[in-house]
């Protein structure tokens, strides 16, 4: 039940009050934060908010959502995130630099990977998941997680060895140029493709990189779009490119191409 403060207000239905403060809660985190304090009935339709979409880019924030997924399920609420998580941004380097000794890294290391493993576990119901400075290992071990409803894999900036599979389903793709075998590409049912060009391919070279991706990229991409940072001046051999589903952004100067010219 909601509060009697709440009930009080006059001539607005409670899905109107509720419709309110869950845009508050969208628009301001903050915000969010303090409604959740109003009541347990206010917490209930905030906390899906606040939980429908995670970034952990920290230590911090990785032991406080693990904490939260441990409570819940000692409240008997364990669900609650296998069906409000839909968006995941995990940092999966997030000590590096930062640990004294090779003990400490491998303690922080395997107590990480649990944690990492766990928040996995908890949300099968992810839509989007994008794992940054990742470790091919890792990855593919938490990618082994029964993800039915995901559609969208972002993967950038890995570290020693390629991955060798990618998850069953998901049709949307996003990765840097080099970190994947290009013969994966084939083996999900991908529309969208997103490839990032690093500064090492460069003018020509970035030309024959996408080169190489068309190549593979299977007969069901109805979008494939390639970034990179560089000038106007290293874009010389694009003509040689032709096809009506690609787009080239030069995110240094907002620049877009469109390659399905006759």
């Not at 406080?64 to 399920?73: G, K, P, T």
């Not at 380097?93 to 395997?110: K, M, P, S, T, W």
């Not at 060895?161 to 990765?175: A, E």
């Amino acid at each position: 039940m909601l509060d009697a403060e709440l009930l009080s207000i006059p001539d607005i239905p409670v899905d109107i009050v509720r419709s309110i403060l869950e845009t508050l809660a969208i628009m301001s985190c903050p915000d969010a934060l303090q409604l959740v304090l109003v009541s347990k009935a206010v917490r209930k339709w905030i906390d899906v908010v606040l939980y429908h979409a995670i970034t952990i880019l920290s230590n911090q924030k990785l032991l406080a959502f693990a904490f939260a997924i441990q409570s819940r399920a000692k409240a008997g609420e364990a669900p609650f995130f296998a069906t409000t998580v839909k968006y995941l941004l995990l940092d999966l380097d997030l000590f590096q630099g930062v640990l004294q000794n090779q003990r400490e890294a491998n303690a922080f290391a395997a107590e990480f990977t649990a944690n990492a493993h766990m928040i996995m576990s908890a949300c099968p119901g992810l839509v989007s998941l994008g794992l940054r400075n990742y470790n091919a290992a890792l990855v593919a071990s938490l990618l082994n997680h029964p993800l039915p409803r995901l559609k969208r894999l972002s993967l950038l900036n890995s570290g020693p060895g390629p991955l060798q599979h990618l998850p069953p389903n998901f049709t949307h793709l996003r990765y840097q140029f080099g970190e994947l075998p290009l013969t994966l590409l084939q083996t999900v049912p991908l529309t969208h493709l997103h490839v990032t060009l690093d500064n090492i391919h460069l003018s020509r070279p970035g030309v024959a990189a996408m080169k190489q991706v068309l190549e593979c990229m299977p007969t069901t991409i109805q979008l494939c779009v390639f970034s990179f940072y560089n000038s106007l001046l290293e874009l010389k051999g694009l003509d040689d490119i032709r096809d009506p589903r690609v787009v080239v952004l030069n995110i240094q100067t907002d620049t877009s191409y469109y390659l399905g010219r006759a």
